[in-house]
């Protein structure tokens, strides 16, 4: 099962670009890799998701390498209510419902 | 559209008690998931459902943990008997089938369980 690698937190001054990264070296090719978060005490939300090419929604883009084996998600202008821990997940196998969230990163916007 | 509905939010017991978790998938969706989350583990599925059906419950902790999915709209996770390590918030999720975003996941609130 391929697994994912992120840093345990991250900063981020409001109004900038917040660049979350993440390292999946072990995905298989049929892989989505996948981007939630979990604001304090609320259930993870989704936010994009992605296979090999680059995706851009109202929320966010995601931007893979083109070995797939790393990933950003950008938030291009982050506020206060962004503070949240962000899971970058791979789905497990073929199995389209079960994820691996791992330990995620948490990331603080600051005025 | 209210969302995944949970119930209750937050609960207490003693060891050794039953305890039963509540959830509301959002209507229409086929597919229902039960996860747990402790610091320690982070978040885990423990078993999921397709039209009412238990697909996978490779999550389960142990005989203890049971699921069942009555009908479209109601799931119960049911704890006997609870034990202190079993405290966590439990999430409980719905997407669509085959219509829909069906990469998505919408989660509930979470029930968050302790037991003494």
């Known amino acids: 099962d391929a697994k994912t690698t992120q840093p345990p937190s991250m900063d981020c001054a409001e109004g900038r670009a917040a660049n979350l990264p993440c390292n999946h070296s072990?995905?298989?090719?049929?892989?989505?890799v996948y981007w939630y978060r979990q604001i304090h005490s609320q259930g993870p939300q989704y936010i994009i998701h992605?296979?090999?090419n680059n995706e851009t929604n109202e929320m966010a883009s995601l931007i893979i390498t083109e070995d797939r084996k790393s990933s950003t998600l950008i938030l291009p202008h982050a506020t206060l209510r962004d503070t949240a821990v962000y899971y970058c997940i791979v789905r497990v196998g073929y199995n389209f419902n079960k994820f691996y969230f791992g330990s995620g990163t948490k990331l603080n916007v600051k005025p | 559209d209210a969302g995944v509905i949970q119930s209750p939010r937050h609960e207490v017991t003693e060891m050794g008690q039953e305890v039963t978790l509540r959830c509301k998938p959002i209507s229409g969706h086929d597919y229902l998931f039960w996860y747990r989350q402790t610091m320690m583990r982070g978040l885990e599925l423990l078993i999921y459902?397709?039209?009412?059906?238990?697909?996978?419950d490779s999550g389960m902790p142990e005989d203890r943990f049971s699921a069942k999915m009555p009908n479209a709209s109601f799931s119960t996770l049911k704890i006997q008997p609870s034990e202190p390590r079993d405290s966590a918030v439990y999430f409980c999720?719905?997407?669509?089938?085959?219509?829909?975003?069906?990469?998505?996941?919408?989660f509930g609130p979470g029930t968050r369980l302790t037991v003494l």
């Open positions: 459902f397709n039209n009412n059906v238990p697909i996978d």
């Open positions: 072990t995905i298989s090719g049929n892989e989505y």
């Open positions: 992605g296979l090999k």
């Open positions: 999720a719905s997407r669509p089938g085959t219509s829909g975003n069906h990469n998505e996941q919408f």
